[in-house]
């Protein structure tokens, strides 16, 4: 399945790694601006973003914003969401599910040049359009307007400066991702291994220092430990549990004792640690890029299987990175049994009653165990892939190209 410019390699991943028509970037535009259409006319749209507007709104009228028990995340995130509390409904009706999708593209656009997949190829352009139309939590987290879109954006952004030695820069990305939205804590874990304290210093302090300006501007911030989060260490309650995938949560509903359901859930999130650190010690082959994903990715499943709640949108911070990959002759994404982890989200796939409504649960856990299990194994086993073959997509992906030569001059492709 490797890439071979003499004509050896796969015909589909060929096909799109060449430029995309002008035809091809139409649909692919329409398809994206269509779902942020139909979010804005649903009577629905934005109902994450609300509770985090609604926080902001309470700060402006001079209450404490964890007043509501829903508002979950750091005093840092008020300061983010004024700007939006400021905005007439109307208008935040229409630019919400733009902002996510732009960021949500933005993410894709750093994963692609993680590893010089050319902008204007159809890898670019109709990938997206794939993932957008085709992928059930893209639709979700547009329609609710999470702040999982943050992070989706940051941690592909983060590892593309890492890769590019710019570690302290990285660690800035991914603070502000945490002061939005504490998801990328644990990519913490990869800049110790990686032993760069001061990118771990900026991961850190930023938030840090936005939260301490966030908490002195508002009343009773005690309230985030006394209040905020016991709520959301035990899970949140009955309203969180039809869409938690944790295994932590969806295995006791499958009648399993709750202590047996940690001890999976703990030992899967334990092996998976494992994993990641086996990947980073591992050499390799190619420009590192690979191993800053994959060790990356793992970090991040391993936390989304002991987490509570685990939505299904937070796939979508590893999903985008891992396709990307999939030019590496060597990466886990070739896995048939990544595939196998992916398509039960595919939008309009027939499953009985038991993956639908309140069971949707189900589907999304066994998306997020099979997707984390591919992983463990592709980050453990040595060996995957041949020197040549990463050689052979290195000199079909790299910048200056035949592949990038042939769009030369076009227009970026976001």
Known sequence: MGLDVAGRGHALLGWLLRPASRGWRAVSLAVVLGICVSTSLRENWGSDNAFVVGAADTLLAGGSPYEDKRFLYLPSAVLVAVPQALLPTGVLRWVLPVGM???????????LRLFSVP?????????????????????????????????????????????????????VVVGLAIAAKPMLVPVGLLFLLARQWRGL???????????????LLMPSPSLFFTKTLPFLLQGQDAYALPWDASPIAVLPRL??????????????AAAGLWAARRRWLRPDDGDGALRLVETACMVMLAAFLVSRPSFDHYLLVVLPLLLASLVRPASASRSPWFWAAVVPQVIGMPWNWFFVSERRAFKDCFTLCVLAVTLMRGCAVRGRGSLGDERTAGAVCAPGSAGESAQAGSRPAF
């Not at 210093?201 to 908490?215: E, F, T």
């Open 101 to 111: 999708s732009a960021l949500l593209v933005f993410g894709w656009w750093c994963a």
């Open 119 to 171: 902008r204007g190829s159809r890898f670019a352009w109709v990938g997206f359009a794939a993932l957008a139309i085709g992928f059930k939590p893209y639709v979700n987290l547009v329609l609710i307007g999470n702040w999982t879109a943050v992070s989706a954006a940051a941690l592909p952004a983060a590892l593309l400066l890492a890769h590019r030695r710019r570690w302290a820069a990285a660690g």
């Open 255 to 268: 009648s399993v004792p709750a202590p047996v359901a940690v001890a999976v859930a703990g030992a899967l």
């Open 201 to 215: 210093a900026a991961a850190v302090l930023v938030p840090a220092a936005m939260s301490l300006v966030g908490a």
